[in-house]
């Protein structure tokens, strides 16, 4: 597929159908992420393919639960409305874990230490972009505390899980966002 | 040109010709990376477009001694190697400008309220892949403190100047980091 093509056709997908993603494809998936820059080629990135439905169900009561509390906090009725049990459904919940050892040289800077997300937000990406070239849904989901996710996963204190990428076949069409212009967001200098 | 041809050939360049880009071209760049996701579509990015040689020449000199620095603090060799001259010859200096307002839910949760850096550093990638796609070389710039950045590009405190990215036309051919496999760096659950 055409990059500009993928980049603008790509959505988030909020609903999967049950076909499982072959071991190729997955690691097709993965190797596009691997190609992401990262500070001093560090590749602070690793992977987790969960497709067990154990843990995705331990992951949608963490969402579920994290959700009331979170509309609790901001009030923000979206928030109370949205459904998260493709979570269940979706084929493959991909954890990607950063390492936050591998942030290269701004853990010097003062507020610095987050390049090592930085880079594993542009693997994300690559694999975002893939996943729609192969005809698949993708979702970056981030409604879960780290330390709960660590637990149900069984990670190391230490690692950092950034985000779950929900990644299966789509069901139906997903809801097109629009963008605001560039020229609105954009001062020359 | 192909996304995993993209993917895969995109490399930092830190040589450039001093060749300007078109308004069109930059407007092209940056309109990739306005197609990112975003939590809750937010769209907490904004860019700078950095081609006047003052700004350059100030850049190049918070980088300057912002390596001194972080080379005495590490002791990490490449630092002090590290030439930064580019800074004064690359024709485009991108700062990418995120909006800590914007982050959406995750600002509630414990380690939470980076999620809209996470977004820029998408809009990046968009970014990066593009500008390979034009023939453009491009690096994803971080050795400066934020604070600097803030006053020499006049960003107000509670904006972000997540990165900096250099975008020309390479000259000559830059260096090929490897990756690791994917095998590697992935556990199945």
Chains 1, 2 share one sequence.
Not at 33 to 38: D, K, M, N, Q, Y
Not at 94 to 101: H, M, R, S, T, Y
Request: aromatic fraction near 10%; charged fraction near 30%.
């Amino acid at each position: 597929m055409d990059l500009q093509t993928a980049i603008r056709e790509r959505r988030s997908c909020r609903k999967y159908l049950p076909d499982p993603l072959s071991r190729e494809t997955i690691e097709e998936l993965l190797e596009a992420g691997t190609w992401a820059p990262s500070p001093a080629n560090n590749q602070p990135w690793e992977f987790m393919v969960v497709t067990n439905g154990e843990f995705k169900e331990k992951i949608f009561a963490e969402a579920e639960a994290r959700k009331s509390i979170l509309f609790e906090k901001s009030g923000w009725k979206w928030l109370n409305r949205y459904e998260v049990g493709f979570l269940k459904e979706v084929p493959v919940i991909l954890a990607v874990i950063g390492d936050p050892k591998k942030t290269g040289a701004d853990m010097f800077l003062k507020d610095g230490g987050q390049a090592y997300q930085h880079a594993c937000a542009a693997a994300i990406q690559n694999i975002l972009l893939t996943a729609h070239s192969l005809g698949l849904g993708s979702l970056w989901f981030t409604l879960f505390e780290k330390d709960a996710i660590r637990e149900i996963l069984g990670l190391e204190a230490e690692k950092d899980p950034v985000a779950l990428i929900c990644l299966g076949k789509p069901d139906g069409e997903p809801f097109q966002t629009p963008r605001k212009g560039v020229q609105e967001k954009t001062t020359y200098r």
